[in-house]
T-cell receptor
């Protein structure tokens, strides 16, 4: 069965632009979470979507937003990009509940110039 | 609030030697505990998880971890390290019905031939 896929894998943007990242979960998985990974802050939880609704949210500014579609695919958007938004953005999916294993995608490497 | 501490930023071991990676957590209730491994340029792969029951948990690739409530620890062990184990290892804590997992800063493992 195919794993979690993320597109694009690499992205270069300039300050002030906006960006949209995409995540396709494993078939049958209804929960999608997003994480930001940076050398300075490590892995930080952004938000989780389940059945098209945001279920949990981390401590990030409103410039970071997301959504989930009826097929469980998810997108996250970052508006007004800042240099500090340069990071690896990881998407993870799981079936439903918190005891289900969470599977991570390979990530999207975002560089903001 | 839950948090995770991995005291060792970098560990070097010889191939064939035993390994122990330390993880301490802070959480008010019964935690869900995880160990993930990340190879360069890759997403995270789950090694093992603990929710309840037997405090010694077996995972993939010959890894095991022991939950010690009295010490708030969940250390990862492997009896004999292989060169392919070189990677970064993350300990994480989660809670019931919430995908807001908190990750440690990670321990980078180098394996000497």
């Amino acid at each position: 069965k195919a794993g979690v896929t993320q597109t694009p894998r690499y992205l270069i943007k300039t300050r002030g632009q906006q960006v949209t990242l995409s995540c396709s979960p494993i078939s049958g998985h209804r929960s999608v979470s997003w994480y930001q990974q940076t050398p300075g802050q490590g892995l930080q939880f952004l938000f989780e979507y389940f059945s098209e609704t945001q279920r949990n949210k981390g401590n990030f500014p409103g410039r970071f937003s997301g959504r989930q579609f009826s097929n469980s695919r998810s997108e996250m958007n970052v508006s007004t990009l800042e240099l500090g938004d340069s990071a690896l953005y990881l998407c993870a999916s799981r079936k439903t509940g918190s005891t289900d294993t969470q599977y991570f995608g390979p990530g999207t490497r975002l560089t903001v110039l | 609030a839950q948090s995770v501490t991995q005291p060792d930023i970098h560990i070097t071991v010889s191939e064939g030697a035993s390994l122990e990676l330390r993880c301490n957590y802070s959480y008010g209730a019964t935690p869900y505990l995880f160990w993930y491994v990340q190879s360069p340029g890759q997403g995270l792969q789950l090694l093992l998880k603990y929710f309840s029951g037997d405090t010694l948990v077996q995972g993939i690739k010959g890894f095991e971890a022991e939950f010690k409530r009295s010490q708030s620890s969940f250390n990862l062990r492997k009896p004999s390290v292989h060169w392919s184990d070189a990677a970064e290892y993350f300990c994480a804590v989660g809670r019931y019905n919430n995908n807001d997992m908190r990750f440690g800063a990670g321990t980078r493992l180098t394996v000497k031939p």
